[in-house]
């Protein structure tokens, strides 16, 4: 068997990984995490994530190495969260998704409309 033929099998590691990284959440949350940011602060960018939803997010991304979590010490004390050197090389093609779909956002709600008048 080809070795580029393992990725499509259902016990290949890599099923996981891809999971996480195209769940919408985790997309918003590293592009959030181009620069590091409090738990509040990412949670007031994504505007209707709830705080579990965002803590579990945040839980996946940091258990699969893409996120690191530093606590904060002083006064107030909170959590910081920032992209670990892994996802770095991530930004360039998650960058060209997101221009994509914001430069490509009205075809593809008109093609919506169309389909589901179809339906009717």
């Given at each position: 068997?080809?070795?580029?033929?393992?990725?499509?099998?259902?016990?290949?590691?890599?099923?996981?990984?891809?999971d996480q990284i195209a769940d919408k959440w985790s997309m918003m949350?590293?592009?959030?995490?181009?620069?590091?940011?409090?738990?509040?602060?990412?949670?007031?960018?994504?505007?209707?994530?709830?705080?579990?939803?965002?803590?579990?997010?945040?839980?996946?991304?940091?258990?699969?190495?893409?996120?690191?979590?530093?606590?904060?010490?002083?006064?107030?004390?909170?959590?910081?969260?920032?992209?670990?050197?892994?996802?770095?090389?991530?930004?360039?093609?998650?960058?060209?998704?997101?221009?994509?779909?914001?430069?490509?956002?009205?075809?593809?709600?008109?093609?919506?409309?169309?389909?589901?008048?179809?339906?009717?």
């Amino acid at each position: 068997m080809d070795t580029t033929d393992l990725v499509y099998r259902a016990d290949c590691p890599s099923r996981i990984v891809l999971d996480q990284i195209a769940d919408k959440w985790s997309m918003m949350v590293l592009e959030v995490l181009r620069e590091p940011q409090r738990f509040n602060a990412i949670k007031r960018r994504l505007d209707g994530v709830t705080q579990r939803v965002l803590t579990q997010t945040l839980r996946k991304l940091e258990r699969n190495g893409m996120v690191h979590r530093k606590v904060l010490d002083g006064r107030v004390l909170g959590v910081e969260y920032s992209l670990t050197h892994i996802v770095k090389y991530l930004q360039g093609p998650f960058s060209i998704l997101f221009d994509w779909t914001l430069g490509n956002i009205e075809a593809i709600q008109e093609c919506q409309r169309k389909y589901d008048e179809q339906d009717e």
